[in-house]
Nanobody
Framework: QVQLVESGGGLVQPGGSLRLSCAASGSILSIYPMGWYRQAPGKQRELVAAITSGESTNYADSVKGRFTISRDNAKNTVYLQMNSLKPEDTAAYYC??????????WGPGTQVTVSS
């Protein structure tokens, strides 16, 4: 079974940047589309970025132009470069396949807090 481990979160000031990483083991990540989700307290988990096996990308309107998703298949890793961060980007961030359900396997996530 695939294991997903997210990392790279932290506390950053508005306008700052962070790069999240998602390391996958137990599966060949390169053949699957992958996405980054986030969940803020009291809100539904939402998909903010996705990348296909062919490296086509798609973004939620709220992050378009600020976030960039990429993948390194040799390292079985997916990244999320987040620039121009805003307080409303504060959330726990998770990676998974686009369309993953709440009762599917999820990694531990990584917390991003944007605050001055």
């Amino acid at each position: 079974q695939v294991q997903l481990v997210e990392s790279g979160g932290g506390l950053v000031q508005p306008g700052g940047s962070l790069r999240l990483s998602c390391a996958a083991s137990g599966s060949i990540l390169s053949i699957y589309p992958m996405g980054w989700y986030r969940q803020a307290p009291g809100k539904q988990r939402e998909l903010v970025a996705a990348i296909t096996s062919g490296e086509s990308t798609n973004y939620a309107d709220s992050v378009k132009g600020r976030f960039t998703i990429s993948r390194d298949n040799a390292k079985n890793t997916v990244y999320l470069q987040m620039n121009s961060l805003k307080p409303e980007d504060t959330a726990a961030y998770y990676c998974n396949h686009p369309g993953a359900l709440a009762n599917d396997y999820w990694g531990p996530g990584t917390q991003v807090t944007v605050s001055s």
